[in-house]
């Protein structure tokens, strides 16, 4: 069983929502990466997201595309990225790590030698950002042969036809963005989200985290009462941005930052969904 399986049906078993923190590696430079991912760790994450810098992420906003501009600043490659996660594998056995980027790093160096050395390294699972599920199969048995869960993302405007075919082959879980647009946009209509899970829900069993807009304790809250997850990325990485010149103070910053949605998720209530 995979380390994402075993760790999101154990919550489930709990009745607790997971907590999925992402930052960019290498962001605001690469000798903070895992200091930060051991601090999200100890804060409460239950999944990290640990995003490939590339510079063209067009799927993100201001925000995320400022830290792939620091994380490149520094010549952050994914290899280094790699490196990061074996590092933090040194004495994080648990919890898993899924790597966020776009297929250009990936085709740069092959699917197959990316795949076998992120395995090794301790990387649990992948998200491609412009991975097509109509192309997947290209991608897809490189990955899984290695034991690399392969997330997927589903939008407000994915039809019933889109759905269906993510979920023949996503694995570890299924990543709902929760609103038209780029990270790090404001509005959040948790009761679309909630009609469009129960839509996704018709044709999967995997967990659904919810991601875009999740910003604060109020948000993770209202969403991870609909949802088995909730993905905070911008609001960290913009206390990043804010602290990047005091890159020893950003552990305890970003932990003090994740530890009230951690809270707010394992409130009774919402663990009876």
Partial sequence: MSRIKETLQRLRS????????????????????VGLMHALAGAGADIIELGVPFSDPMADGPVIQLACERALKHGTGLWDIIDMVAEFRKTDRDTPVVLMGYLNPIEMR???????????????????????????????????????????????????ERI?????????????????????????????????????RRFTDLPLAVGFGIRDAESARAVGAVADGVVVGSALVAEIEKHQNAPSTLPGLLAAKLAPLREALDQKDLSSR
Avoid: H, M, N, W
């Avoid at 869960?149 to 019933?160: G, V």
């Fill in 14 to 33: 709990q009745g607790r929502k997971a907590l999925i923190p992402f930052i960019t590696a290498g962001d605001p430079q690469p000798d903070v990466t």
């Fill in 164 to 200: 269906a075919a993510v979920a023949r082959v996503a694995s570890g879980y299924l990543y709902y963005v929760s609103l038209k647009g780029v990270t790090g946009a404001a509005s959040l209509d948790v009761a679309s989200v909630a009609e469009k899970l129960q839509e996704i």
């Fill in 110 to 160: 092959g699917v197959a030698a990316f795949a076998e050395r992120a395995a090794r390294a301790g990387v649990d699972g992948v998200l491609i950002v412009d991975l097509a599920v109509e192309e997947a199969d290209s991608y897809l048995p490189a990955l899984r042969s290695q034991g690399l869960d392969c997330i997927f993302l589903l939008a407000p405007t994915s039809p019933a």
